[in-house]
């Protein structure tokens, strides 16, 4: 689960115009009284359960922001407050039931009802109806707010004590019947779902309880719909009849919550949907001012942006004023392939963007298109006097690959740069051009003697790899390891060297050999562990056996349980590392690693006695 912390709180009952959400503004009439009985307590026997959700049409268009806030203002608020001062009579009982209502105290649920359709009264032939009011917590956040400011004084809205479960669900739901005018409480019920939920959806599951003084099918159908209402208002997909418009459109809602995790639950969900109905569009788009979208969403609306209208909606977000919708603008402006020209334009102001974060993302994404028509501009950038401009100009000039070939002259300098970016980002751009790149072996070769950061060294034996084989960065390699180099550029050999023989090549062993001779103990530690990568990987350092002995005594822990481990891996031609494998086994905290080791060289098992491994190796 999410270790975010989230409480939307909500009392809920939704009520509806025939019209729809332009409709008769009012306060609805009360709809006709219900019978209760306040001398005895009883569960209701069973009655005709409400009507199923009906399906949405093939493309629903969801109602505007503007009239469900006012519906909710001038019809659902006013309800809400009736609804909360009703008088608790816990020895009613509910002979009839024709029409079960739900109503919001909050407009972004309205939203979701509306949505998901789940009751119109107002259309209903029912006389007889019970309201359900109902809130849930998650975590110990805040409610959504409301932008009418028409917060009900309730009880609900205060800050809960936090439970000790920050990714939980609580609801509390209570039962409301109307008789002549007067609101009476029958019944209440609380549950919670988290600790033990085996996922979101069962999350929300756990936490609604079903009522006894409605009918089974009732009470069951009241479980239901409030959890797909909770379920979408958390951002989470629910299994109900819901078509996939209804389902995109009520988790669109869910973006506009104030808490990241409920956004980024339902970004996950619509990511999923590709691609996604085009009825979920203007609050998709809306949400880039505010919500960190997923990958897959952003792709989903990029391939909606490779129509005109996607376009335009993506274009205004890169010039918004949040900085937000920015930066995911130029996301999804680098993910249409059809508009790589129509793109850069944008793009390349968003390359100067104030903001970093913005900068980034147009820096990869104009990597990612390749334009031509940016090239020319990227080159000129490489002048640029700001810092900032000419190492984005060299990390969008690596995209380029092999096209970036006629910029060698103008990025082979960046390889003695004072700024380490800066040299592995001019490394990286030459690598990625290959073999057209071989004009600038001889300088790479150079920067690789004097380099003195390891990440740039990484990617200067990279590009070295990339444009004339790894056999030859390797030796490169060897002759480059000595102690002039800075403890940072040795240490990075070791890695490389690791790297290079866990893909098969046995020339590293010299390298990780020479390393674990080294006076800097990080330099040497790593020796031992790249040498037990190798032979975890399948390709046994043989070379290495002595070396592996030797680091058995090793003053650090975990170079001794790795050169066990090596020596396990290497299996039976590890013979000759018996005796001093009998020997550490004498210090109990590392005993099981010399018992592996010394199983897998033998193919016996003795346990941790000694005396027998030693009588083992004199007779064999």
């Not at 003195?452 to 960065?473: K, L, P």
């Amino acid at each position: 689960m999410h270790t975010g912390v989230e409480r939307c709180i909500v009392l809920a009952i939704l009520f509806f115009s025939a019209a729809g959400c332009g409709g008769d503004k009012g306060l609805p009439a009360p709809p006709a009284s219900l019978q209760t009985d306040t001398l005895a307590a009883q569960a209701a026997p069973d009655i005709a359960p409400t009507a199923t959700t009906p399906q949405a049409p093939a493309e629903m268009p969801i109602p505007s922001e503007a009239d469900i806030i006012a519906r909710f203002n001038d019809q659902v608020f006013p309800l809400v407050n009736q609804l909360t001062n009703a008088t608790e009579d816990r020895a009613a009982v509910i002979t009839a039931v024709d029409e079960i209502i739900y109503v919001p105290v909050n407009w972004q649920l309205l939203y979701i009802q509306s949505i998901l359709r789940l009751t119109d009264p107002m259309t209903s032939n029912g006389e007889k109806y019970v309201y359900v009011l109902y809130y849930y917590s998650r975590g110990v956040d805040l409610v959504w707010p409301s932008p009418s400011n028409k917060t009900p004084e309730l009880p609900i809205f205060k800050r809960v004590p936090e439970h000790g479960v920050t990714q939980a669900v609580n609801s509390f739901l209570s039962l409301v019947v109307e008789q002549a005018g007067r609101f009476t409480l029958v019944e209440q019920v609380a549950g919670t779902g988290g600790e033990g939920s085996t996922s979101y959806k069962q999350m929300v599951e756990r936490s609604i309880q079903p009522f006894t003084k409605l009918s089974t099918e009732q009470s069951n159908q009241v479980v239901k719909d409030m959890q797909d209402l909770i379920g979408y208002a958390c951002g989470i997909e629910m299994p109900g009849e819901y078509d996939a418009n209804q389902r995109a459109a009520a988790l669109s809602v869910a973006l506009q919550s104030v808490n990241w995790s409920s956004q980024k639950m339902a970004a996950q969900f619509l990511g999923k949907m590709i691609p996604f109905p085009s009825n979920a569009v203007p609050i998709l788009f809306g949400a880039l001012e505010e919500v960190n979208l997923s990958s897959n969403l952003l792709e989903a609306m990029a391939n909606y942006a490779e129509t005109p209208p996607g376009f335009d909606l993506v274009l205004e977000a890169a010039a918004s004023p949040q900085v937000t919708a920015r930066r995911q603008a130029a996301v999804i402006l680098g993910r249409i392939p059809s508009k790589p020209e129509a793109a850069v334009a944008p793009l390349l102001k968003l390359f100067s963007d104030e903001d970093q974060a913005v900068q980034s993302s147009a820096v990869e994404a104009l990597g990612k298109l390749g334009a031509p028509a940016a090239f020319s501009i990227l080159v000129a950038d490489l002048n640029s006097p700001d810092e900032v401009t000419r190492l984005n100009a060299l990390e969008v000039l690596a995209g380029y690959n092999e096209k970036a070939a006629s910029a060698i002259p103008q990025i082979v300098p960046f390889l003695q740069d004072a700024t380490f970016q800066a040299r592995r980002s001019a490394a990286t751009v030459l690598g990625n051009t290959g073999a057209a790149g071989r004009s600038a072996l001889p300088d790479l070769e150079q920067a690789t003697r004097v380099e003195t950061h390891r990440n740039a060294f990484r990617a200067e034996i990279s590009a070295i790899q990339a444009i004339s084989g790894q056999a030859d960065a390797l030796e490169l390699l060897k002759t480059l390891f000595n102690p002039s180099q800075s403890t940072d550029v040795r240490y990075e050999t070791c890695q490389i060297a690791s790297d290079f023989g866990q893909k098969g090549d046995l020339g590293a062993v010299d390298i990780l050999i020479s390393c674990f001779a080294d006076s800097d103990s990080i330099v040497h530690e790593s020796a031992i562990s790249g040498l037990n990568l190798m032979a975890f990987s399948g390709y046994k350092p043989l070379r290495a056996i002595p070396t592996l002995i030797k680091a058995l005594e090793d003053p650090d822990d975990l170079t001794r349980m790795s050169a066990m481990d090596a020596l396990a891996h290497i299996g039976p031609e590890a013979r000759s590392a018996v005796p001093a494998l009998i020997q550490a086994m004498s210090k109990p905290d590392y005993s099981s690693h010399c018992l592996e080791a010394l199983k897998a060289i033998s193919g016996v098992d003795l346990g941790n006695d000694t005396q027998a491994w030693t009588a083992w190796w004199e007779e064999n």
